[in-house]
């Protein structure tokens, strides 16, 4: 039994250099700009869009379209295997808004397709963004809960 310890003792070691050597560390300092920059100039982006279509449609529609733009965006990016290199780059600063959301959704839908419509991408896509949905509502419900009980109606 001391044999087999030590032997996968042994193992972990060598797996441990192995990943130091290959994997570089990150600078977290560095990642958290990045990341604050890119999500901020995609608030930006954002809002710049909603004043647009606040021009032509009234503020829940134009919050919809912002929505909706910034899906199909994610959408696109993945699909062409563009939003895996911006996300290199942006870090959470991406995948946080509804784009992140888009991706999770598209990518199970590429990597199923060749199982069929119904079988492949149907019952897979949602599984990443299915978990997304279902914390979300379950979120929404206890913090609509708790309002209700600290403020009334």
């Known amino acids: 039994m ?10 972990n070691e060598k797996y441990d250099e192995i990943i130091k050597r290959v994997v570089k560390e990150e600078n977290i300092s560095k990642n958290i700009f990045i990341s604050f920059l890119s999500g901020g100039l995609i608030g930006v982006l954002g809002q710049f869009l909603t004043n647009i ?5 009234e503020l829940n529609d134009a ?3 912002t929505f909706s733009v910034f899906v199909v965006i994610g959408s696109v990016l993945t699909g062409f295997g563009i939003f895996d290199k911006v996300l290199g780059f942006c870090k959470c600063g991406l995948i946080i808004p509804i784009t992140g959301f888009a ?10 397709r060749k ?11 949602f599984k990443l ?3 997304v949905i279902i914390f979300g509502v379950v979120s929404a419900y206890f913090f609509g809960l708790l309002r209700y009980i600290l403020f009334g109606c």
């Not at 001391?2 to 193992?11: A, E, L, S, Y």
């Not at 991706?103 to 199923?112: F, G, I, N, T």
């Not at 199982?115 to 896509?125: D, H, Q």
């Open 129 to 131: 963004a299915g978990s």
């Open 63 to 65: 919050y919809f379209l």
């Open 53 to 57: 279509f606040l021009r032509f449609y």
């Open 103 to 112: 991706h999770a959704v598209q990518s199970a839908a590429l990597e199923y």
């Open 2 to 11: 001391c044999f087999f310890v030590n032997n996968i003792n042994k193992n």
């Open 115 to 125: 199982e069929g419509l119904v079988t492949g991408i149907g019952a897979n896509m």
